[in-house]
T-cell receptor
């Protein structure tokens, strides 16, 4: 279903711990994105990458970090600096042009205990 | 950057009736407007999109209209069915903004049987 996967599906974290969310795609897409979804707030962009070894901050990058060492992979680390990390995290990918659909992964639900 | 506003936030319709969701955008250079449907706990999926050189697009029971002068676009669902119950997101993208999608806050549609 779209060729983009995320793991794990559910993740529990204690306060003060860093956690890394996985995102892999086999669609040969250049661009990858991380979104955070909270109830009633839609999708907010955390980070995005258009090419290997390069990435840009989105609207809510504070407390998060990413890497793009391979075209297929775009892991997101939620650091202890993120004050309210409990949310649903969605990864997406797309070809790099104006009219291309973003394909979403199934999401990871992170809960801080 | 682009700002997308979406109304209403919730919409309840009787099965068989029509549903209309409206979005406005701020950047006149935006040229691509997709609509995503997200069922509970699932990933968002593209249901229809429209480019800025087109005023209307239809796909079976769903249609999207675009008014570039007024900078708004709308999703129309006719003959609603229970399986249309979901959260719907509009989005807009601008080439000068790295092709990023700016999402509306979402509309929760409930179809009453």
């Amino acid at each position: 279903d779209g060729g983009i996967t995320q793991s794990p599906k559910y993740l529990f974290r204690k306060e003060g711990q860093n956690v890394t969310l996985s995102c892999e795609q086999n669609l040969n897409h250049d661009a990858m994105y991380w979104y955070r979804q909270d109830p009633g707030q839609g999708l907010r962009l955390i980070y995005y990458s258009q090419i290997v070894n390069d990435f840009q901050k989105g609207d809510i990058a504070e407390g998060y970090s990413v890497s793009r060492e391979k075209k297929e992979s775009f892991p997101l680390t939620v650091t202890s600096a993120q004050k309210n990390p409990t949310a649903f995290y969605l990864c997406a990918s797309s070809a790099l042009s104006s009219y291309n659909e973003q394909f979403f992964g199934p999401g990871t639900r992170l809960t801080v205990l | 950057g682009e700002n997308v506003e979406q109304h209403p936030s919730t919409l309840s319709v009787q099965e068989g009736d029509s549903a209309v969701i409206k979005c406005t955008y701020s950047d006149s250079a935006s040229n691509y407007f997709p609509w995503y449907k997200q069922e509970l706990g699932k990933r968002p999926q593209l249901i229809i999109d429209i480019r800025s050189n087109v005023g209307e697009k239809k796909d079976q029971r769903i249609a999207v209209t675009l008014n570039k002068t007024a900078k708004h676009f709308s999703l129309h669902i006719t003959e609603t069915q229970p399986e249309d119950s979901a959260v719907y997101f509009c989005a807009a993208t601008t080439p000068s903004n790295d092709y990023k999608l700016s999402f509306g806050a979402g509309t929760t549609v409930t179809v009453r049987a």
